[in-house]
């Protein structure tokens, strides 16, 4: 056997080892958590979830309200202005609200800017308090885009005095088709800055100190939310001012694309200990 047939069966039995170990959740052993990685995750993803849901209704919540007023408006000129203030908070860097909000809420309000909780003890009031700047951060430029899908739903019924409840949910599973991945991403800038104990804070700090390991399967946990929130686009009615709604049925190329983006993720991640070996008892 030449050596270039040798490196091609052992780059296969890596690829094979490694999704094996994808699906039994085996993603190695994370020398600057001391546990494995999988574990590691599945403690901070309960609070990653929480914070992308809650942003996401205020998403929803805030796009149907701003897509109503806008087709519902009359004068050209407040029609216009409604626009043009959309489309400014669209164009606000998250990182650069998230700075204005914190620093208006340091010295102007009482709401927490950082943490969780504000004790050790868990009160539910306390709880929520600190998911209102985090919520509100994430929901206000993404509830943006979606007052775009609303405002075409709207638009499109003209004069109907009354909307049924069961035709909302095209806006709404449009809306979180194809603003969910992207507000799902923009967690992994959030969490650090408000110190929300997710899935990213452990991502940076993989990071931080080099763990291979955590960060690769951090970025495997983030890639499956985004591909499942994508195959939710390719499946959904879409009333997006894009008339997605005219492609033909089927899987789409981003689609695949984000398929081949999550396989590469898993074997990455798998990989990652092979890559860079730590033994459980290592001591640096």
Known sequence: MDRRSFRLLALLGLLLASTFAVLHADLGWSPSSYQPVSQAILERLPATIELAFFALVATVVLGAIAGFARARTRPPALRGGLALLQLAVRAIPIFVLATLLQMLAMFRTSLPIAGMTSGAA??????????????????????????????????????????????????????????????????????????????????????????????????????????????????????SPRNLASRPPGISVVTIVALVVLLGAALAAAGANVIAPFDPNFID
């Open 122 to 239: 868990f009160g539910l009031r306390d709880h929520l308090t600190h998911l209102i700047l985090p919520v509100l951060i994430l929901a206000v430029p993404f509830g943006a885009w979606s007052s775009l899908i609303f405002h075409d739903f709207f638009r499109a019924r003209g004069n109907a005095s009354r909307t049924e409840l069961r035709s909302l949910v095209e806006p709404v599973a449009t809306t979180v088709a194809f603003v969910g991945p992207a507000l799902l991403t923009a967690t992994l800038l959030i969490e650090p800055r408000f110190a929300w104990p997710g899935v990213a804070r452990l991502f940076f700090n993989g990071l931080s100190q080099l763990d291979l390991a955590l960060a690769a399967g951090c970025l495997l946990t983030y890639s499956a939310g985004v591909v499942l929130l994508k195959l939710c686009a390719a499946f959904s009615p879409s009333s």
